[in-house]
């Protein structure tokens, strides 16, 4: 059974830094086309691809709110992925959710259906 589970998150101010973890286990990085991701739901909106990993080929992506700020990164021995959050802005406040999947068309990253495992979500909150 596959299982998620976040941590790192809580309150900073803008222009601060935050890295998430997030512990994997019922599946190895290894599978064919595995994909760990971030997903974040501000206040009031829907819930938004941020960062996107292929664990097979540490292909790595991006949207474009966070790209150049944010960094996502693994590491295999401990079935970990972590999210490196840099010059925080208020903008970044919200729930924070991992997520993994399979799949070969990288394009799907972003899209919440592609998924079906995703982790309790965590906290993030930005104050200006």
């Known amino acids: 059974q596959v299982q998620l589970v976040e941590s790192g998150g809580g309150s900073v101010q803008a222009g601060g830094s935050l890295r998430l973890s997030c512990a994997a286990s019922g599946f190895t990085f290894s599978r064919n086309y595995n994909y760990m991701s971030w997903f974040r739901q501000p206040p009031g909106k829907e819930r938004e691809g941020v960062a996107a990993?292929?664990?097979?080929?540490?292909?790595?992506y991006y949207s474009d709110s966070v790209k150049g700020r944010f960094t996502i990164s693994q590491d295999n021995a401990k079935n970990t992925v972590y999210l490196q959050m840099n010059r925080l802005k208020p903008e970044d406040t919200g729930m924070y959710y991992c997520?993994?999947?399979?799949?070969?068309?990288?394009?799907?990253?972003?899209?919440?259906?592609?998924?079906?495992?995703w982790g309790q979500g965590i906290q993030v909150t930005v104050s200006s």
């Open positions: 990993l292929s664990t097979t080929t540490a292909r790595t």
């Open positions: 997520t993994t999947g399979q799949f070969i068309s990288y394009w799907a990253w972003a899209r919440t259906e592609t998924y079906s495992d």
